[in-house]
């Protein structure tokens, strides 16, 4: 039954410790700014994305199906992900060096982005202060297979281990390049228009609002943690004190969020998730 289903991972995973941070928002938006580097997959992005009309949805769009995947039941995350590939199937792409046609779902591409996304959650959250072992690390990663499965790849050519990870990052560095595709969509991602203002055009500087300069900050942490590789490509210097500085940014911000009740952080996925946990716990407690 679904009510007894506790879905891909549960509450022994090391994905459910991992996604109960809050602080993944700014691993999500570390991760568009690592993806926005692979000139195929930028272009798969821009050339089938509302992502500069509809930053917002899209965005809601993300979580919901990241959600999905970790705290719904096993029907949802299929169902969730058969959903993804259906319309991943149907989108095409040009390359921006060759104008050859290509499917956004190829392999490489699904690839890229989960790696991309997955180590930009578990580092963030490791960086901010939660406590992982690197045992965990690694189950962590290959806890994710399940998830790198539902958007069809085969679960064997994902990286399963933190070195696994490191090497891969390794293999792809020499198809990565900073484009213009990539410098607009950083900037994009560092300012972005507030909901309901994408008519207008975005001006930084003193018509910055509190809201505004707080989301900057937040931005500018998510770059700040990049690898030191990914911010020389965007033309930084890749300092150990720029790593060292995000460091201390996003674990003030985790505290900030850990002051915060949680029931104005956690989504109806999540708490519907914790109350199948909770009763599969108090049944084996009965019996």
């Known amino acids: 039954m679904a009510s007894d289903d506790l879905g891909l991972f549960g509450p022994d995973s090391v994905t459910w410790k991992v996604h109960a941070e809050p602080i993944l928002l700014v691993g999500g938006l570390r991760s568009l ?16 994305s509302s992502y500069q009309t509809d930053p ?12 999905t995947t970790v705290y719904g039941t096993t029907a ?6 058969r959903r993804l590939t ?16 290509f499917r956004i779902d190829e392999p490489d591409l699904l690839r890229w982005v989960h790696v991309t996304e997955v180590e930009s959650f578990v580092d963030t959250a490791r960086r901010a202060g939660l406590t992982l072992t690197d045992d965990e690390v ?19 050519t994902v990286p399963g281990t933190a070195a ?16 213009r595709e990539a410098a607009e969509t950083a900037l994009f991602l560092t300012a972005p228009p507030p909901p309901g203002t994408l008519s207008r055009p975005v001006r930084l500087g003193l018509s910055l609002g509190p809201t505004r300069w707080a989301y900057l900050g937040v931005a500018g942490t998510a770059f700040g943690l990049l690898p030191a590789w990914a911010r020389r490509m965007y033309g930084t210097l890749g300092l150990p004190t720029t790593a060292f500085s995000a460091e201390v940014g996003v674990r003030a911000l985790r505290l900030a969020l850990g002051a915060v009740p949680r029931r104005y952080l956690e989504g109806p996925i999540y708490q519907a998730a914790m109350a199948r946990a909770a009763a599969a716990q108090a049944a084996r407690v009965a019996a």
């Open 86 to 101: 259906a319309l991943h199937s149907r989108l095409r792409a040009r390359d921006p060096s060759t104008g050859t046609e």
């Open 76 to 81: 949802e995350a299929q169902a969730a992900g």
């Open 33 to 48: 700014y690592l993806q926005a580097l692979h000139p195929r997959a930028m272009a798969g992005v821009a050339q089938n």
């Open 56 to 67: 917002w949805g899209r965005l809601l769009r993300t979580a919901t199906y990241v959600a």
């Open 138 to 156: 690694d189950g962590y990663y290959t806890e994710q297979r399940r998830a790198a499965a539902l958007v069809g790849l085969d679960p064997a």
């Open 164 to 179: 696994e990870v490191a090497a891969y990052y390794a293999e792809v560095r020499s198809d990565l390049r900073m484009t």
